[in-house]
């Protein structure tokens, strides 16, 4: 996390003006329908307000399941379970697939065979974070899964759907192997929930403004302008040429 406050960069200049850059980071699973739906949500808002700010997007790790076995189970006997029979689960996914659909996805749940570990997609994640490949493949993710019914508690599908996404084949094959990166995704996890996030999606602006759930877009843009109005505005200055 970076110290609180909006990030500045030089040379992002409009009208002038340098433009504010929003640092948004993304806490979120990628078998949780509201973080795929939160996404586009929040990149609509993004879209919206890029003539006022611009962001620096990075997600981070959150298993909802991490004591799903590596081979997977049943996912639609482990959500009935879940949800509290087969016509509630019936319903509730029928439900997530029309919000879905109203922000132009595609959620088949009926494709969906295995419900994954996840640690080694938070794995590959992470390490598209420093081939600037991150917000690609985490796409790319969610879209296997949710959209495409892959089972990625398979490693071939994994490494297929990052390679395919931009992110190196040497990368991923190691991102998906490292016990050291496991370990350190749990360590991220333990930080998410030391700083009280209990589920996912979950948003944090800024390093200092936390927003909980899959916000619609309106939600997004207030805290985007609530961010701008704790900017501290700009004093007479001189500039580097002398001129005042």
Known sequence: MNTPGINVKEGMLKN????????IDVVSDVVCPWCYIGKRRLEKAMAAASD???????????EL???????????????????????????????????AAQEGLEM??????ILPNTRKAHALIFAAQSEGK??????????????????????????????????DTAVA??????TALFDSIAVQEREMQ??????????????????????APETFLKVFDELKK????????CDIDGHC
């Open 108 to 113: 088949n749940f009926q494709k969906q065979a």
């Open 52 to 62: 006022k700010f611009s962001f620096e997007v990075a997600y981070h790790p959150f």
């Open 134 to 167: 991150q917000l690609p493949v985490t796409e790319a993710l969610f879209k296997a899964y949710f959209t495409d019914g892959i089972d990625l508690s398979k490693d071939e599908n994994l490494l297929n759907v990052a390679t395919k996404a931009g992110l």
């Open 65 to 99: 399941n991490p004591g799903t076995p590596q081979s997977g189970v049943n996912q639609r006997e482990h959500l009935a379970e879940k949800f509290g029979g087969e016509e509630r689960y019936e319903s509730l996914t029928g439900h997530t697939s029309s919000v």
């Open 194 to 215: 030391n700083l009280g996030i209990q589920g996912v999606p979950f948003y944090i602006f800024n390093s200092e403004y936390g927003v909980s759930g899959a916000q």
């Open 173 to 178: 094959e190691t991102a998906i192997s490292s």
């Open 16 to 23: 002038g003006l340098l433009k504010p850059v929003i640092k």
């Open 230 to 237: 704790a900017t501290p505005q700009d004093g007479e200055a």
